[in-house]
C-alpha cells in the first residue's frame, strides 16, 4: 500500500531530551517536507527537501532539523525539545520536486508533548 | 505572509451551498485546497494554476483570480461527509515552489 509512515505517533517527553521522529514513504517521491499543527494556526512548514541531500528551511524551522540521505526517509530532529515545540506534526511527501503541479500525500501526524 | 480565509467557521444543513475565500497579499503560482477531517491528516482536493481556471471534484469546484490573489472553494448541495477543516495553501510567485504556506483553516460542520 502506498503511503506515508511515521514513528512514534505519540511521545511524552522532558525538556531538553534529544528526539528523533522517523518519516518514510514508500511511493518513489522526490519531495518531502513537515508541518507543525497548532490551534488556530493551521499548518506551517518547518522544512522541506525537494531531493536527496537537498533541504530547505520553511516558515517555523527554529529548533528543528532535517537530513535527506535517502530517498525514502526524512526525519526530523529536535536537539533540545521545549515546550512550545508541543504540537501535532505531520509530514508530506509529493511525485515530484516541487508542489506546482503536484499533490501532497500526507502521513498519519504524530503528537509531541515536551514537559 | 500565510493567506487569509474567510469565514473561519461555517454551519450547513445538508444541501446547502457553501463558499469558503482564500486571499493573499503577494502574487501566486497556484493555490493548493485540501481538507482535513477531526482526528485525520489532511487531504488532497485539487490545485489551481495562474489563468484563472476553474477545477472540480465531485460537488466541490474552485476558482483562482490571479490578479485579485484570491481563490474561492464552493461547496454544492452539501453531505455529511463534507465536514472537517479546509486549509488553502500558496505558493507565491517568486518564491520556491516547495515552500508550500497554509492559511488557518475553515472549519465546516454540516449538519442533518
Redesign the interface.
Known amino acids: 500500500e502506498a503511503q506515508v509512515t511515521q514513528n512514534p505517533r505519540y511521545l511524552i517527553t522532558v525538556t531538553g531530551k534529544k528526539l528523533t521522529v522517523t518519516c518514510s514513504q514508500n511511493m518513489n517521491h522526490e519531495?518531502m517536507?513537515w508541518?507543525r499543527q497548532d490551534p488556530?494556526?493551521?499548518?506551517?512548514?518547518i522544512y522541506?527537501?525537494?531531493n536527496v541531500e537537498v533541504t530547505?528551511k520553511?516558515?517555523v524551522p527554529e529548533g528543528y532539523k532535517v537530513s535527506r540521505k535517502e530517498k525514502r526517509n526524512f526525519p526530523l530532529i529536535l536537539e533540545s525539545p521545549s515546550p512550545n515545540q508541543t504540537s501535532l506534526y505531520?509530514c508530506a511527501s509529493s511525485l515530484k520536486?516541487?508542489?506546482?503541479?503536484?499533490?501532497?500525500?500526507?502521513?498519519?501526524?504524530t503528537r509531541l508533548t515536551v514537559l | 505572509?500565510?493567506p487569509v480565509q474567510s469565514p473561519q467557521a461555517v454551519i450547513l444543513r445538508e444541501g446547502e451551498d457553501a463558499v469558503i475565500n482564500c486571499s493573499s497579499s503577494k502574487a501566486l503560482?497556484?493555490v493548493?485546497w485540501?481538507r482535513q477531517k477531526h482526528g485525520?491528516?489532511?487531504?488532497?482536493l485539487m490545485?489551481l494554476?495562474k489563468g484563472g481556471e476553474q477545477k472540480g471534484h465531485d460537488k466541490i469546484s474552485a476558482s483562482f483570480n490571479e490578479k485579485k490573489q484570491q481563490s474561492s472553494l464552493y461547496l454544492t448541495a452539501s453531505q455529511l461527509s463534507y465536514s472537517g477543516t479546509y486549509?488553502c495553501?500558496t505558493?507565491n510567485y517568486g518564491g520556491?515552489?516547495?515552500?508550500?504556506?497554509?492559511?488557518?483553516?475553515t472549519k465546516l460542520s454540516v449538519k442533518p
Open positions: 519531495y517536507s508541518y488556530g494556526l493551521g499548518l506551517r512548514q522541506y527537501s525537494m530547505d520553511g516558515d505531520f520536486g516541487g508542489l506546482l503541479y503536484n499533490e501532497q500525500f500526507f502521513g498519519p501526524g | 505572509q500565510q503560482y497556484s493548493h485540501y485525520e491528516a489532511p487531504v488532497f490545485i494554476l486549509f495553501g505558493l520556491s515552489q516547495g515552500n508550500l504556506i497554509f492559511g488557518k483553516g
